[in-house]
Structures are given as structure tokens and as C-alpha cells.
């Protein structure tokens, strides 16, 4: 057992660990997050086991379950190193042929590699795939390298060098001027200066003090800091930890949703080992420094993501907002001055001081310094974890990175910011993603989330989608926000039912207003951004609802009505034999028709028809 009692033991322990390691060796990386996790992985790793030991490799290949790789939506996936050979959508009963083939024979495993549907063609390695050769790495670069529960292989990388460096050669005062000058915005949504946050809190007087981690995540369609907890849990209690030190906090807080138990596990595993080695507890690598580390669990609440109602949360208490002043600088968890930051923020931190901020900062738009993690999901044909540097247009992620939309569909708009912030319609796809533009453009960055939408999606069922997750989420403390966000919804779902009318939606842009104004916290202060963009950028489609009671994406049931084209129908039974509800009748070879008062408007029929013989009107 290693412990270090000074900075020089742990670069001595890291130059014997990479003495130790070959980089020849032939490793089988499989991606352990949760995505592939769920299609097959754990039981992939198995097989892999038996097939290196039967081929007789076992003392010479290492089947290494590592963080996620990000291309979720062809997992499980599998890295053999060091060529790289990325296979994609391996199953348990893959694995001899995948040893056999890529480890004895050299070869390649042609049916399990990855076709990129630009070109049609087969990429072999994993550096040529369009999805992550686009992509700039930073914070995810290792996640398809280090097994997450290895400390070792963590130190290996470099890992605890930032903190062992800033421990031994800078002031707290110096390592947030590092910060402040690498200009790092917080990652969790508003995007606020890291450095300014820290200065505050370590300027507020006080003998206990929190650092706390934000990993309660609650966007729909983002899991961004799950993965980034589950495949690299040091590189965030490292940022922790010199954070600590940087604000002279001597408690740390990771609040955790109890629905990522993956992520709670490996950090479990992280916060003991670093304890063992010294890294985290007591007298730091023997400089005098300690740190305590906690994790607490959240139950899923939405609003429990806002700052101060984790903070009631970690109490025991439930969670709902305050008011700010003070702020958590000034008495945040337990009244005592805390800082929270965002799980990404805190990845950033080790990153910054390994390299300085004069190279972080080089990525970036002018406002935005760095990388964005996003989750790519919806109507896209890679769904998945991307990394981008800030400035890169929406157009490159979804097209270049995302492949486009599935089945032929035109792109019609991309939600960003979670479920806050706005649509963004195709006329802006080629604007620069940063903190700023995404402001002007009526949205946000928010943590990560990007939906995807296509032209089969009705941006007013968007709007009351939203609306309804936040109504059902706000924790009511407020009025404009518990009555206000259920007034809206009332509204739109009038309109999606063709009983809106014109003067609504300047209710609605008028209740917005007062909403955002008087709103408690940033539930109910965002809570109308998916309807003002959608109103702001789609319009026509709101008035289409209102004055022609049509919805052209065919989505609000009111509005549409299906019946069969006798001409066109081919009475080849199918709509029929799809039919949930039995509303179609008809012989074979004989034109089919609907009954109205049994259907059920879910457009299968719709859906399955060759002959174009459903119409949607
Ligand atoms: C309703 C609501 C939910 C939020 N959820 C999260 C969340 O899940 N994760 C997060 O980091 N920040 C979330 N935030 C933002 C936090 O209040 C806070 O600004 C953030 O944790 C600060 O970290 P940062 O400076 O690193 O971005 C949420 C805010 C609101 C209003």
C-alpha cells in the first residue's frame, strides 16, 4: 500500500508505475458506463475472460472494463489497443471470434466494425470514426483508457499531479488567479466565473467551510456528469480537493441523485483510495492541509440541482430554493461559507493547473474558454457524449459528430439548456455554441443537454412537454412560479386541442414576463424560455394550431384525423394487422377503412402503410 507522505513520493510511485507499464501490451477495452452496461457489457467482459484463457492469453491480454467511451448508441463498444481496432454493438456471444481473430490471428473482425453511413465504408480504427475524430477531448480523453476503480492507473496518467504540484508551490490566492485567468465558466448552467465564485468563498471568514459537487443532474436526456463520474471519478476529487485548498475549505459535499449508482460506487471507491494514499483526509501529502469527504445522496428532485435547495437538502431538510443574499459564500450548507460548483467545473480544475491557463484558455471563443461536454439525444443518428471546443457550430455537432437525422427527416430544431432552455430552429444551426451566443439565440447552455428534433416533432407539444416537467417539478414555494408555470401550461394545452386563440399567446408572452421577474429561483425565472423560443421561432406553427386547427407534424391528437384512400389501398392487411385498438376492418385485397370512434389517432397505420394509402389530415 502506497502513502504518501510528501509530494516527491507520489512522482516517485508515478515513475515506477509507468517503468511498470507497457504500452504494447495488448489491452481489450471495453466501455464499463452505464449505456453499455445496459446492452450487454458485464456480461461481455465475462466471455472475453474465458476467450482470452482459452486462447491461452491470459497472461499476456488484459480485458479492461474502462469509463465511458461516449458512442452510446452503438455500445457495447470495444477499443483493442494499442492498434485501436474499434468495434462496435459486441455481444457476449462475439467475444472468441473477436480474440481469436484481432489477438491470434491479426486480424480484423470485419462484421463488427463500425460503417460510417456518409460513406458506406468500414473504419477499423478508433481515431477514424467521424464521431470522435471531430470531437476535441479534454476532460473525456482518458475515459476509454483508465479503469475508474485503479487509483494507479489514474497516477499513472497523471493524475494527482495538479494537486501535489498546487500543494507544494502555490498560494490558495495564486492557484485561484490560475482560474481566474484560464477564464473557466461554471458548467452547471449560468455560467458564472469560477475564479470570482472561489475568491468570494475564500474571502468569506469562517473556521468550517464546504466545497460541494453538483451531480444531482436532473435535465431530461443529460448524463453528462454521470458519465464523467462513472469513467473518471479521480479527475473530479482532484479538482475538489485543490478547490478545498484554494478556498481554505476543510468539508467537502458530493451530491449525488441516488439513481446513478454507478457513479456513487466509483466514487465511493475513489474517496477510499485516495484516503489510503494520503491524497484526501488528513494531512495531505503531509502538508498540513485536510480535507473531509462526504457523499450525499439526492432523490431525484429536479429544483434539488438549484444551489440552495441542495444545500437544504444536504440538511435533511426539503429541498426548496431561498432567497440569495446571502449567498452560499457567505453562509451556504449548515450556515457556514460554502462554494458548489458544477461535476464538469471541478473536472476542469486539475486539467488547468497540469497544463496552466494560458493553454486551456487557447480552446475557446473569446467569452468561453475550453470544451463542453454534451448528450447528444432525440432525433439523431449518434446518439452520445461529445466533447467540442467552445465556439463550434451546431450545425458540426449534430451533423458531423451526431450523423444528422434518422430515416430521412429534415433537422427542425435542437433544445439546449435542459428543460429551461430554448429551440433552436434551423435558420441558426451555424451559430458558435458558447455561453453567449446561445443567450442571444433565446436558450442556454445549461449543463449539457441537446435535443434533437425533426421535422415529425410539433414545437407547441414541445413547449407543453416542457411546461409540464416544470409544473410538475416546481416545488411550489413561490406563487409565480407554482401558479404561474400551471397557467401556461393550461394555455398551450388549449391551443394544442384547437381551442387557443391569438389573444393567449400574448397572454402568454405577457405571463412569461412576470414569471421570469418574480420567480424565487431559476425554475421558475427560465421556466418560459421553451415558449418563448417556440412562439419567437415558430410562430406560424402556433397560429396554424389556432386559426386552421391543423398540426403539420401530425402530433396533437385533436387536430388530425386519419382515413384510408380507397384508390391507394392495396388491402395487404397490414394497417390492420398493426392496428392497437382494432379500428381497421377491410378484406384482403379489398380496400381497408378507419373507424373513427375507435381510433385512437396514434398514427401506426400511418407509419407501416407502402402504398401511401394512410392519409393524415
Ligand atoms: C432548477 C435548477 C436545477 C439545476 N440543476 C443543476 C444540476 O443538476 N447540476 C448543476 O451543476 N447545476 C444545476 N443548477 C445550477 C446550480 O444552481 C448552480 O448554479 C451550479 O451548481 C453552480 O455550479 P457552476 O458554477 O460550476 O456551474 C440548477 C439550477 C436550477 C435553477
Known amino acids: 500500500m502506497a502513502k504518501f507522505s510528501k509530494a516527491t513520493d507520489l512522482e516517485i510511485y508515478r515513475s515506477k508505475l509507468q517503468s511498470a507499464y507497457d504500452p504494447?501490451?495488448?489491452?481489450i477495452c471495453v466501455c464499463g458506463g452505464t449505456g453499455c452496461n445496459a446492452q450487454g457489457s458485464i456480461k461481455l467482459v465475462d466471455a472475453l475472460h474465458a476467450?482470452?484463457?482459452?486462447?491461452?492469453?491470459?497472461?499476456?491480454?488484459?480485458?479492461?472494463?474502462?469509463?465511458?467511451?461516449?458512442?452510446?448508441?452503438?455500445?457495447?463498444?470495444?477499443?483493442?489497443?494499442?492498434?485501436?481496432?474499434?468495434?462496435?454493438?459486441?455481444?457476449?456471444?462475439?467475444?472468441?471470434?473477436?480474440?481469436e481473430t484481432t489477438l491470434v490471428k491479426k486480424g480484423v473482425v470485419d462484421r463488427l466494425l463500425y460503417v460510417d453511413p456518409a460513406s458506406g465504408k468500414k473504419v477499423v480504427k478508433e481515431q477514424d470514426v467521424p464521431f470522435y475524430k471531430q470531437q476535441t477531448r479534454i476532460i473525456l480523453s482518458e475515459n476509454g483508457h483508465l479503469d475508474p476503480t485503479s487509483i494507479d492507473d489514474y497516477i499513472l496518467?497523471?493524475?494527482?499531479?495538479?494537486?501535489?504540484k498546487v500543494l507544494s508551490a502555490n498560494s490558495p490566492d495564486a492557484v485561484i488567479e490560475e482560474i481566474k485567468k484560464s477564464g473557466l465558466r461554471g458548467r452547471g448552467g449560468a455560467g458564472f466565473s469560477t475564479g470570482r465564485k472561489w475568491e468570494l468563498a475564500r474571502k468569506s471568514p469562517g473556521k468550517d467551510k464546504y466545497v460541494i459537487c453538483n451531480a444531482d443532474e436532473g435535465d431530461p436526456g443529460a448524463y453528462m456528469n454521470r458519465s464523467e463520474l462513472?469513467?473518471?471519478?479521480?479527475?473530479?476529487?482532484?479538482?475538489?480537493?485543490?478547490?478545498?485548498?484554494?478556498?481554505?475549505?476543510?468539508?467537502?459535499?458530493?451530491?449525488?441523485?441516488?439513481?446513478?449508482?454507478?457513479?456513487?460506487?466509483?466514487?465511493?471507491?475513489?474517496?477510499?483510495?485516495?484516503?489510503?494514499?494520503?491524497?484526501?483526509?488528513?494531512?495531505?501529502?503531509?502538508?498540513?492541509?485536510?480535507?473531509?469527504?462526504?457523499?450525499?445522496?439526492?432523490?431525484?428532485?429536479?429544483?434539488?440541482?438549484?444551489?440552495?435547495?441542495?444545500?437544504?437538502?444536504?440538511?435533511?431538510k426539503r429541498g426548496m430554493p431561498r432567497p440569495r443574499p446571502p449567498f452560499p459564500a457567505q453562509a451556504g450548507v449548515f450556515g457556514k461559507p460554502s462554494n458548489i460548483n458544477?461535476?464538469?467545473?471541478?473536472?476542469?480544475?486539475?486539467?488547468?493547473?497540469?497544463?496552466?491557463?494560458?493553454?486551456?484558455?487557447?480552446?475557446?471563443?473569446?467569452?468561453?474558454?475550453?470544451?463542453?461536454?454534451?448528450?447528444?439525444v432525440g432525433k439523431i443518428k449518434n446518439t452520445g457524449l461529445v466533447e467540442v471546443p467552445m465556439?463550434?457550430?451546431?450545425?458540426?455537432?449534430?451533423?458531423?459528430?451526431?450523423?444528422?437525422?434518422?430515416?430521412?427527416?429534415?433537422?427542425?430544431?435542437?433544445?439546449?439548456?435542459?428543460?429551461?432552455?430554448?429551440?433552436?430552429?434551423?435558420?441558426?444551426?451555424?451559430?458558435?455554441?458558447?455561453?453567449?451566443?446561445?443567450?442571444?439565440?433565446?436558450?442556454?447552455?445549461?449543463?449539457?443537454?441537446?435535443?434533437?428534433?425533426?421535422?415529425?416533432?410539433?414545437?407547441?407539444?414541445?413547449?407543453?412537454?416542457?411546461?409540464?416537467?416544470?409544473?410538475?417539478?416546481?416545488?411550489?414555494?413561490?406563487?409565480?412560479?407554482?401558479?404561474?408555470?400551471?397557467?401556461?401550461?393550461?394555455?398551450?394545452?388549449?391551443?394544442?386541442?384547437?381551442?387557443?386563440?391569438?389573444?393567449?399567446?400574448?397572454l402568454l408572452e405577457e405571463l412569461a414576463g412576470v414569471i421570469k421577474d418574480t420567480s424565487l429561483c431559476g425554475l421558475g425565472q427560465t421556466a418560459a424560455n421553451p415558449v418563448l423560443s417556440t412562439i419567437r421561432y415558430f410562430r406560424d406553427e402556433y397560429l396554424e394550431h389556432i386559426e386552421q386547427k391543423k398540426c403539420r407534424a401530425g402530433v396533437c391528437k385533436a387536430l388530425v384525423e386519419y382515413r384510408i384512400d380507397a384508390g391507394a389501398c392495396t388491402g395487404c392487411?397490414?394497417?390492420?394487422?398493426?392496428?392497437?385498438?382494432?379500428?381497421?376492418?377491410?378484406?384482403?385485397?379489398?380496400?381497408?377503412?378507419?373507424?373513427?370512434?375507435?381510433?385512437?389517432?396514434?398514427?401506426?397505420?400511418?407509419?407501416?402503410?407502402e402504398q401511401g394509402a394512410v392519409v393524415r389530415e
Open 24 to 27: 504494447n501490451k495488448p489491452r
Open 51 to 99: 476467450a482470452v484463457k482459452k486462447c491461452g492469453l491470459d497472461s499476456t491480454v488484459e480485458v479492461k472494463v474502462t469509463g465511458c467511451h461516449g458512442f452510446c448508441e452503438k455500445g457495447p463498444v470495444v477499443v483493442v489497443r494499442p492498434e485501436n481496432t474499434f468495434y462496435v454493438m459486441v455481444k457476449a456471444d462475439d467475444a472468441q471470434e473477436l480474440v
Open 157 to 164: 496518467r497523471g493524475g494527482y499531479s495538479a494537486l501535489a
Open 230 to 316: 462513472e469513467g473518471n471519478p479521480h479527475l473530479v476529487l482532484e479538482g475538489m480537493i485543490i478547490g478545498a485548498y484554494a478556498m481554505g475549505a476543510n468539508h467537502a459535499i458530493i451530491y449525488c441523485r441516488a439513481e446513478y449508482p454507478l457513479a456513487i460506487k466509483q466514487l465511493n471507491t475513489g474517496i477510499a483510495q485516495a484516503i489510503e494514499y494520503g491524497l484526501l483526509g488528513k494531512n495531505i501529502l503531509g502538508t498540513g492541509f485536510s480535507l473531509e469527504m462526504k457523499i450525499k445522496q439526492g432523490a431525484g428532485a429536479f429544483v434539488c440541482g438549484e444551489e440552495t435547495a441542495l444545500m437544504q437538502s444536504i440538511e435533511g
Open 342 to 376: 458544477n461535476v464538469e467545473t471541478w473536472a476542469n480544475v486539475p486539467l488547468i493547473l497540469r497544463e496552466g491557463a494560458a493553454s486551456y484558455s487557447s480552446v475557446g471563443t473569446e467569452g468561453s474558454k475550453g470544451t463542453k461536454i454534451f448528450s447528444l
Open 391 to 506: 465556439g463550434i457550430s451546431l450545425r458540426e455537432i449534430i451533423f458531423d459528430m451526431g450523423g444528422g437525422i434518422p430515416n430521412g427527416k429534415a433537422f427542425k430544431a435542437v433544445q439546449t439548456g435542459g428543460p429551461s432552455g430554448g429551440c433552436i430552429p434551423e435558420s441558426l444551426i451555424d451559430i458558435p455554441v458558447d455561453f453567449d451566443e446561445l443567450y442571444d439565440a433565446g436558450s442556454m447552455m445549461g449543463s449539457g443537454g441537446m435535443i434533437v428534433m425533426d421535422e415529425d416533432t410539433c414545437m407547441v407539444d414541445i413547449a407543453r412537454y416542457f411546461l409540464g416537467f416544470l409544473g410538475d417539478e416546481s416545488c411550489g414555494k413561490c406563487t409565480p412560479c407554482r401558479e404561474g408555470i400551471k397557467h401556461m401550461y393550461n394555455i398551450i394545452a388549449d391551443v394544442t386541442a384547437g381551442e387557443g386563440s391569438v389573444e393567449q399567446l400574448d
Open 573 to 609: 392487411l397490414r394497417c390492420g394487422k398493426e392496428c392497437p385498438v382494432g379500428a381497421i376492418t377491410g378484406n384482403k385485397k379489398e380496400p381497408h377503412s378507419i373507424d373513427r370512434e375507435k381510433c385512437e389517432k396514434c398514427g401506426i397505420c400511418y407509419e407501416v402503410c
